[in-house]
Structure formats: C-alpha cells, structure tokens
C-alpha cells in the first residue's frame, strides 16, 4: 500500500478546503490519505457560518483507529478548532515520535471567517510547534503566532519557539504581481520561489500545499525538495480553478 498521511483537519462542504483538500492533495502527490476529522464546519466558497468540533476523546479514537492498520509515517494538520483538538495532537505526536509532522497553522478561513478563537488557538499552538518537521504559515498567521510584524524577526521568533523548517507564504503581501514563498532550514533561508500572482481568491490553497508537501515527505522527498513539487502542483491547480458563482472564492481543481 501507498505510504499514508495522517491528516487532521475539518470538514468544508465546499469541498475546496479542509479535509477534501487533503485527500485530493495527498492522492495527487502519490500518497494515500487518512483523516481524523477535527470539525465540521458549515461554509461555502464565500463565508463561513460556523462549526461544531469534534471531541478530543473522538479525535484521538479516530487517530488511534489507524494506527498499526495502515502504513502511516506521517501527520498533517489543518483546522483545528479548539485547544482540546490541539492537545489531543500534541499528545498523539509525543507518541508517535517517528512520524514527520506538517503543522498548517489554519487561525482563519480565506473568506475571512472565525475557524476557532484566534488568541486561543495562537496559545495552544506552542506545544505543536517543537513537534513539526515544517511549519507552513502565511504572514498573516507567521505575524498572529509570534506577535511580530517584521517577517524576518518573526520568522525568528518562531525558531526560537522550536520550529524546525518554515515556509513563508507571501500571499497576503502587498506585491501585486508576485508572490514570494521563502523556506527556512535549522533559522537559514534555503530556498526563495516567486510565482505570477493569479487573480482572484481561492479556497483552500492553503490546505492542498501543506498536504502535497506532506505526500511527498512520505513517498521519500527530502523537504526542499518536497516543497518545490508542491509549490509547481499548487500553481497548477489554481491555474484551473472553478468559480463557483461570480463573488465565491475560486475551488482549486486538483484533478485532471
Ligand atoms: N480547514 C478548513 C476546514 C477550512 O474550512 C479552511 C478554510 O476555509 C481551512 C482549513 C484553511 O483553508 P486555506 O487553505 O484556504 O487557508
């Protein structure tokens, strides 16, 4: 069987972020994907109305579920919702220290929309973040979990706070025509990629560059190079994307 990923993250009923994100994602870079579902949020491609989280004591069953039956060696986070959910994680991580782990710090929904308490979630984040092989944060969130708002300080401060590798996103900065993602190694910039700044919003882009990368770590990638791949699949995918009615944000088509 395909090497599996382990995702933890919410149900979109758009089907352009969150867990379908995932699956479509992680199948798409050669991996299978497993979900242990965080949340179900009600939303579409324009708003988020709310969401009910899942139980720490379900999350964890559903993880635990899988364990030792699929060939997982890795776990991606998305939507997290609550602190319970956070720790449920922390706790699953510590027991599983041979997994690599992709932490997407989701705080808000791209439409804008409350996914969880943002000063709560950015607390409860620090136990998650010694754990991650990488960190994929836009500016938005790189800003909101360090209280910096120079990128390089913040970037930093969250390598003082234990990360890893992070990957800069450069999608909410003001450069019209580009977006700028930078990699960062053990505090050292390795890697800068600029792209064409496509028009319009997407729906979660987010998610699907996080669980590409997750897909190629476990068929075997080394991380730089796992986010080059992700990062020439997402341009690709949102080149296509699908506008579902004339103000909804765009669905990534990552099939075909
Ligand atoms: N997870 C869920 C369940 C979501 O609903 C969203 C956004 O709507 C996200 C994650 C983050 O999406 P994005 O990839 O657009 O940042």
New binding site residues.
């Given amino acids: 069987m395909r090497p599996t990923v382990l995702c933890f993250?919410?149900?979109?009923p758009?089907g352009?972020?969150?867990?379908q994100?995932d699956i479509e994602a992680i199948g798409q870079s050669g991996a299978h994907a497993a979900i242990a579902c965080?949340?179900l949020?009600i939303?579409n491609s324009q708003q988020?109305f709310g969401?009910e989280a899942t139980s720490k004591s379900l999350l964890l069953a559903q993880a635990h579920a899988v364990v030792g039956d699929l060939p997982i060696c890795g776990v991606k986070s998305?939507?997290l919702g609550t602190t319970d959910n956070i720790a449920a994680l922390a706790e699953f991580l510590a027991e599983h220290p041979e997994y690599f782990y992709v932490l997407?710090p989701?705080l808000?929904?791209?439409?804008g929309?409350s996914?969880g308490d943002q000063a709560t979630l950015v607390k409860a984040f620090t136990q998650l973040i010694p754990h991650a092989t990488i960190i994929t944060p836009?500016t938005v969130e790189l800003r909101a979990l360090t209280g910096e708002q120079d990128l390089e300080l913040a970037t930093q401060k969250l390598f003082a706070m234990g990360a890893k590798a992070i990957l800069v996103k450069g999608g909410h900065e003001d450069t019209p025509d580009y977006i700028q993602n930078s990699l960062y190694i053990q505090g050292e910039l390795v890697n800068q990629t600029r792209c064409a700044r496509l028009e319009g919003e997407?729906?979660?882009?987010?998610?699907?560059?996080?669980s590409f990368i997750a897909g190629r770590l476990a068929l075997g990638d080394q991380l730089k190079t796992a986010v080059q791949h992700a990062e020439t699949w997402l341009f690709g995918v949102l080149k296509n994307a699908e506008t579902p009615i004339p103000n909804g944000?765009k669905i990534p088509k990552r099939f075909g």
């Avoid at 352009?16 to 867990?19: N, S």
């Avoid at 997407?202 to 996080?210: E, I, P, R, T």
């Fill in positions: 993250s919410g149900l979109d758009s352009g972020a969150g867990l994100a965080t949340a949020t939303q988020v969401f998305g939507m997407d989701v808000v929904a791209n439409s929309g996914l836009n997407y729906h979660g882009s987010g998610c699907s560059l996080a944000q």
